[in-house]
């Protein structure tokens, strides 16, 4: 199977975007609702939480896992592949959003100018800007910290009327001054028309979505040894660490469909 992690539902949005152009794979979704959020807990909780999660679904049968958490796509990615991989999984593979998403938004930057919104996490590990600047050193990084969003969505607000104004104060910041706006988390895809239509259609917005989405297209291409180890039974599990009423109905808007979900332990 190809596993999809999440600390929470954001995650579905990834995997919606993966069913849109490799759906005759089996896919195996974990979010760790029990210990959401990521983005507020050190480096160390954050590796250890994305270890367990790894590790469960290689357990499970995965061969090929995508964090489609940016927290920890940032900040515990290069450790599972560094260390963790080599160790205990060295024929498996896991992959991020980080860098689909940062390679997208260099290439679509005309004026070398690109935002970032994301969580607390993120935007203090730096990732994205050294990422960005890796590919170019050129371009000028404008981070913005938004820790409201997540809880906003996960509580079901998101059309609240507060959120707008949250969203403008967060977004003001990057008026005027860039033409690329990367939405670092997953969970900011919910809210990317409210996002468009403070910003304006002269800022490109980046979801990881779609961006991962065809990374991992051109991935399986370009390793057929990886691909041939796939299952293609066109099944979906959905798995978290706490089911409860509201996981079902966000869990839903995310996917765009009515899911059941079954509850495990890491």
Known sequence: MIGVFDSGFGGLVVLREFLK?????????LGDNARIPYGTRSDRVVIRFTEQAVDYLFRQGCR??????????ARALRRIQQVFLP???PDLRVLGVLIPTVEEA??????????????EGTVTSQSFELELKKLDPEV???????????PIIESGEQDWEGTTL???RYLAPFMGRVDTLIL???????????IRAIVGTGHDLICSGQVTAAKLVDYLARHPEMEARLSRGRTRRYLTTDL????QQLASLFMGHPLSSEVVEL
């Open 106 to 119: 260099v290439a679509r930057t005309r004026l070398k100018r690109i935002g970032v919104i994301a969580t």
């Open 21 to 29: 152009v490799l759906p005759e794979y089996d896919y195996l979704y």
């Open 64 to 73: 090929l896992i995508v964090l489609a958490c940016h927290t920890a796509s």
């Open 87 to 89: 160790a205990r999984y």
């Open 244 to 247: 409860t009423p509201r996981f």
């Open 166 to 168: 949250i969203l403008r």
């Open 140 to 150: 000028e990084v404008i981070q913005q910290a938004c820790p409201l969003l997540v």
């Open 184 to 194: 670092g988390c997953t969970h900011y895809s919910i809210l990317k028309e409210q």
